[in-house]
């Protein structure tokens, strides 16, 4: 029991770490799809070059679309890691706390796991709407741009899910813990 309450802690270890190394890139994200939509609403586009090709050119390229579609991809890029880096600050919260009970399987610690799954599915669900509403009017002003849509929501929403269960998993556990402590 204990070489696995070892292997739990060293995933929550590892866990803190990623969550604090995506929060990083997903803030640089941020900032960088900020970045390149102030940059092209500035005109600025062909100014940009990496090794003689201009990025708008790459952009609209890989995207396969025009301005408005530009647009879109960053703006709504912007906002799905502005979420997700969000949700790595909760997560990471988590794991810090959990380390530092020494064990997952807390009242306090199951509370918060049931907050990140509901998380998980809000600030999603919320970025997507947010980005969707976003998209629609630039299409309504500009014209043009991409039939663009997320498919992370539904992976987004079942991790939602399942950290909830889990949270249930552990509140069972903390229970049966504090059962076999009184006994």
């Known amino acids: 029991m204990e070489s696995t309450l070892k292997v739990i802690q060293t995933f929550s270890k590892i866990g803190r770490i990623a969550s604090k190394v995506l929060f990083v890139l997903f803030t640089v994200g941020v900032c ?5 939509t102030l940059s092209y609403a500035l005109g600025l586009y062909g100014v940009l070059k990496i ?14 679309a025009g301005e408005t579609g530009v647009y879109m991809a960053l703006i709504s890029s912007s906002i799905l890691c502005a979420g997700k880096a969000v949700l790595c600050k909760f997560a990471e919260k988590y794991f810090a706390n959990a380390l ?9 610690g199951a509370r918060e796991m049931q907050r990140l799954g509901i998380l ?21 002003v500009m014209g043009g741009g991409l039939d663009w849509t997320n498919p992370e929501l539904e992976t987004s929403l079942s ?4 950290l909830i269960i889990v949270s249930f998993l552990l509140k069972y556990g903390a ?9």
């Open 32 to 36: 960088l799809c900020a970045a390149g």
């Open 51 to 64: 090794g003689g090709v201009q990025i708008h050119g790459l952009l609209a390229d890989a995207l396969g």
């Open 100 to 108: 530092r009970d020494g064990t997952p399987f807390t009242l306090h």
């Open 120 to 140: 998980t599915m809000a600030v999603s669900l919320g970025c997507y709407i947010l980005a969707k509403i976003i998209c629609a009017v630039l299409q309504k």
């Open 159 to 162: 991790i939602g899910v399942t």
């Open 175 to 183: 229970e049966k813990e504090k059962e076999n402590a009184e006994n």
